[in-house]
């Protein structure tokens, strides 16, 4: 099914549909409309299968096993090294360190770069749209090492405000780290300049990557960030499996970031030594089914083709825009399509978004309401909570549609009493 997909100039989502058999469920008595992908997507048949196989034929544990099936197990399982590396730009299956979670991802950063390389007195920046997960890291490592965190900020469009990137990045500065796409506002953020920046002035930069690599193509070579970090579960793949990107002698140089079994050379009684990198990050048995499903998932977008994604999700977005304008909803972020990604958040009629999540969901609607781990941002918006729709490649005209509907209901209900 999703061979046939290839290189098509119409993205079929109602046969993609069919491939997900979650979306077949009836949700207080109606269809579901699942328009919370941000926060995880749903699982295609064929990566379902992958883990079931796997538990039924080839089940062991890898990288010391001299058998048969832990030799296939570790085969599989170092080939999703090689699928991530091509899927991403990266110029070698070393570059990837498998993680649990985007979060997991940059806290490896924040342990085994930042407490090597942050002391006092050093900067670290940041913009006002990140996640919890690309603040909270480094508030802890600042706290330790007496660095100061510094933010650039959002102008009123919800893009980056970059007037005073040459004072924000200075020579104090030793990381930047910043969200790809933000998981509020939609925002695509330009990378060029600030790594540019960032570069000139000796310090590394991080992309939080959890909400763009599901969405669009990535090239890391193109982008010459030095980290990048995302999740399998916002992209088809299995919960429990994330992925940190690192340039080659980076990941080098850092020291472990758990210890334990499989990254170790050589363990003596006082002292070890480490294997080199990306098994030196990968301390312990690994999320080894997880994994090779997560391999599974990203054939699956290969086949649809990255780009076809893209233009699907700007189509779908374009509607959701206009028909959510046109019932007065406040939608946040960029409106330029090509500056922005399927994430819209909203506020309408003043209704609260917890209200309005819970209205939506006795039409088996599915979306997020609250401050999507951006608590700083919500200050910045001035608001306590959004309402979150957010699409993928299933999403269809019909759920928008669907949405709209309900929103109107729940509008007439919530103001009318009726
Ligand atoms: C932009 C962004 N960063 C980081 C995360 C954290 O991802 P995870 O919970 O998979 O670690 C999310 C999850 O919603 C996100 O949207």
Request: proline fraction near 4%.
């Amino acid at each position: 099914m999703a061979n046939l997909q290839r290189n098509t100039p119409t993205f079929d989502s109602a046969k993609i549909r069919n491939d997900f058999p979650i979306l077949k469920r009836i949700i207080n008595g109606k269809p579901l409309v699942y328009l919370d992908n941000a926060a995880t997507s749903q699982k295609p048949q064929a990566v379902i299968d992958t883990l079931t196989t796997y538990y039924e034929t080839t089940n062991a544990n890898i990288h010391r096993g001299i058998y048969k099936i832990s030799e296939e197990a570790t085969a599989a399982y170092e080939e999703v090294r090689s699928i991530v590396a091509n899927f991403i730009g990266a110029k070698e299956p070393e570059n990837i360190i498998f993680t649990r979670n985007t979060t997991e991802s940059i806290n490896l950063i924040a342990y085994a770069w930042g407490r090597e390389n942050i002391e006092t007195g050093d900067e670290i920046l940041l913009t006002e749209m990140e996640h919890h997960s690309n603040i909270v890291p480094w508030q802890i490592l600042a706290e330790e090492r007496q660095a100061t965190i510094k933010y650039i900020p959002i102008n009123e469009d919800g893009e980056l405000d970059l007037s005073d990137l040459n004072t924000l990045i200075n020579k104090k500065t030793r990381l930047v780290s910043f969200v790809h796409m933000s998981n509020v506002l939609g925002t695509i953020n330009s990378t060029e300049e600030i790594i540019e920046r960032a570069h000139q002035a000796g310090a590394i930069v991080v992309l939080d990557a959890a909400q763009s690599v599901p969405h669009m193509p990535i090239n890391v070579t193109n982008l010459d960030c030095d980290f990048l970090a995302f999740s399998s579960h916002k992209m088809l793949g299995p919960t429990g499996i994330g992925v940190l990107y690192g340039k080659t002698a980076t990941l080098q140089e850092m020291s472990p970031f758990l210890g334990g079994g499989e990254m170790i050379d050589e363990v003596h009684l006082q002292a070890s030594t480490y294997k080199k990198a990306p098994w030196r990050y990968e301390a312990g048995t690994p999320n080894i089914a997880d994994t090779i499903a997560f391999g599974t998932a990203i054939q699956y977008l290969e086949n649809l083709g990255m780009d076809n994604v893209r233009a699907h999700e700007k189509e779908l977005t374009t509607y959701a825009l206009d028909s959510l304008t046109k019932i007065g909803a406040r939608v946040f972020g960029p409106t330029n399509i090509e500056e922005r990604g399927g994430v819209l958040s909203f506020w309408y009629q003043d209704i609260h978004p917890h209200d309005l999540a819970t209205a939506l969901d006795t039409d088996g609607i599915a979306v997020r309401a609250g401050h999507h781990c951006a608590q700083p941002l919500m200050n910045v918006l001035k608001v306590p909570a959004t309402t979150r729709a957010s699409l993928y490649i299933y999403t269809t005209k019909q759920d928008i549609d669907m949405l709209i509907t309900s929103l109107m209901k729940a509008g007439k209900f919530f103001n009318n009493g009726t």
